[in-house]
């Protein structure tokens, strides 16, 4: 049992499940921040989970010691190329009350219901509640794909501005590109602009890149650090195979980002080491 203040906490489990239960008393505010990663122990690889929503409850208290009215806030994230959709399922007499904001900041834009479902734009959403202890109610989370721009690359290099009009919905660019060639994808970014709230981890916006390693959907590390092109500062995303999906996002008032990007092929094939697993005696070995 965790309780009071812990600013790390590690949980290595011996299985692949992980069960986490709250226990909130009247008139208890807590506030829980967790982040997590999933990671193949074959290549050390940290991936993402198809049809799998997460979520992780950020505070829930209750109004005061007589009341019967309790609140929750839960973030909600799924991987890049879904939108998630929230089902409600309530009594009609049930005083529940839900808000819905389609995005990680509480300045995010309000989706309404229809239907007793919540329809999100993005992979990203906070779910407020406020509950009666009265009656119970179902939510159930779930997410659909989203169209992705198909572009297909050959030789030369195309240059890309981001977000463009025509490419872009309001808070998302998404592409898969694919070479005709059978050859690998290179994406260079060379220079981001970025204005808004700053988290490490780039929850609010940032550039990123996904693919399939071996049936699995695999995201790399999300950038969104303010770079200028004349500073020669670069990030490169390397394919595995013939195609790579990439993602711009942003979550309007919270930030605004743009950037500039180059797209060619090339024989060169993305790599991964394992730091752990040189540590513990592996062997580095390659062929040109």
């Known amino acids: 049992m965790l309780c009071g203040s812990l600013s790390l906490t590690d949980l290595h489990p011996g299985h692949s499940t992980i069960n986490m239960k709250t226990t909130v008393y009247p008139s208890t505010v807590f506030v829980l921040h967790a982040q997590y990663m999933i990671e193949d122990k074959a290549t050390g690889m940290k991936t993402g989970m198809e049809r799998t929503v997460h979520s992780i409850i950020l505070s829930t208290s209750w109004i005061d010691e007589g009341s019967k009215f309790g609140m929750a806030v839960h973030e909600v994230q799924t991987v890049k190329h879904k939108q998630i959709s929230v089902v409600v399922d309530k009594p009609p007499a049930c005083q529940h009350k839900f808000l819905v904001l389609d995005g990680p900041g509480y300045f995010c834009r309000k989706i309404e219901l229809s239907k007793n479902i919540f329809h999100s734009q993005t992979f990203h959403l906070l779910l407020a509640s406020l509950v009666h202890s009265s009656c119970q109610a179902q939510v159930q989370f779930g997410d659909q794909s989203i169209p992705l721009i198909p572009i297909e690359h050959g030789e030369g290099?195309?240059?890309?501005?981001?977000?463009?009009?025509?490419?872009?919905?309001?808070?998302?660019?998404?592409?898969?590109?694919?070479?005709?060639?059978?050859?690998?994808?290179?994406?260079?970014?060379?220079?981001?602009?970025?204005?808004?709230?700053?988290?490490?981890?780039?929850?609010?916006?940032?550039?990123?890149?996904?693919?399939?390693?071996?049936?699995?959907?695999?995201?790399?590390?999300?950038?969104?650090?303010?770079?200028?092109?004349?500073?020669?500062?670069?990030?490169?995303?390397?394919?595995?195979?013939s195609t790579l999906l990439l993602f711009l996002f942003w979550f309007e008032p919270h930030s605004r980002i743009t950037a500039e990007l180059s797209i060619r092929t090339t024989d060169c094939k993305f790599v991964h080491v394992c730091p752990c697993a040189l540590a513990n005696g592996a062997k580095l070995s390659t062929t040109f």
Do not use: W
């Not at 590109?177 to 700053?198: A, C, M, P």
């Open 157 to 241: 290099i195309k240059f890309m501005k981001l977000p463009h009009k025509s490419l872009c919905n309001v808070k998302m660019c998404a592409f898969v590109f694919f070479s005709d060639q059978n050859r690998q994808l290179n994406i260079t970014v060379h220079s981001i602009k970025y204005i808004g709230e700053n988290e490490e981890n780039c929850k609010y916006g940032g550039v990123t890149t996904a693919q399939y390693l071996k049936n699995k959907y695999v995201e790399d590390v999300i950038i969104c650090k303010s770079t200028e092109r004349a500073a020669g500062i670069r990030r490169s995303f390397y394919s595995t195979n």
